[in-house]
């Protein structure tokens, strides 16, 4: 399904489920257009992302989407590269000190280098956007229980800590 389809699945929902207050329940958007198309919920969200940037899509009220008039059959198409799966195509860090940019580099299946220079502000968006989003593949059972010993450790002090560790040894673990 291509990003064209399914800006114009998401308008065509908002056409058929629009009140007389000129809005549709996001919600109801949504799931027709998971009913109707091939689309997962995250590729929804960015279409309806992309359609609000262009102007094709805004919120009379914070529960409901309205179309408008704009023409986003010209909007530029939405750039879309496969990242290579070698553990070194994606690094981010500070570009530009003075003006506080910073770069997110991705290296593409293609061979590209694409870099996407932010402002700190922006940057700061991201990471906190990714920060505790669960991962996209099912993580193994050790894994999970890993990280939920690291996340209810975040917050400890060091006495706590020290209880953490000798409880881990006395139940066979290693320091």
């Avoid at 007389?20 to 998971?34: F, I, K, M, N």
């Avoid at 262009?54 to 590269?81: R, W």
């Avoid at 530009?96 to 922006?122: H, I, N, Q």
Wanted: glycine content about 10%; cysteine-free; charged content about 25%.
């Amino acid at each position: 399904m291509t990003a064209e389809d399914l800006y114009d699945a998401i308008l065509e929902a908002i056409d058929r489920h629009s009140d007389e207050s000129g809005g549709a329940p996001v919600g109801t958007v949504v799931e027709d257009v998971l009913d109707e198309t091939t689309a997962d919920v995250p590729a929804v969200s960015m279409a309806l992302h992309d359609l609000m940037f262009a102007g094709g899509v805004y919120q009379p009220n914070p529960t409901a989407l309205a179309a408008t008039s704009a023409d986003v059959t010209a909007m530029k198409p939405t750039l879309e590269y496969r990242v290579r799966d070698d553990g070194h195509s994606i690094s981010y860090g500070p570009w530009d000190a003075l003006d506080g940019e910073w770069a997110l580099s991705l290296g593409t299946e293609e061979g590209k280098r694409v870099r996407l220079l932010l402002p700190e502000p922006a940057m700061h968006d991201l990471w906190t956007e990714v920060q505790h989003v669960p991962y996209s593949r099912k993580p193994k059972p050790e894994g999970t229980l890993r990280r939920e010993i690291v996340e209810k450790t975040a917050g400890m002090g060091e006495d706590q800590l020290r209880e953490v560790l000798d409880a881990i040894e006395g139940a066979g673990g290693s320091r």
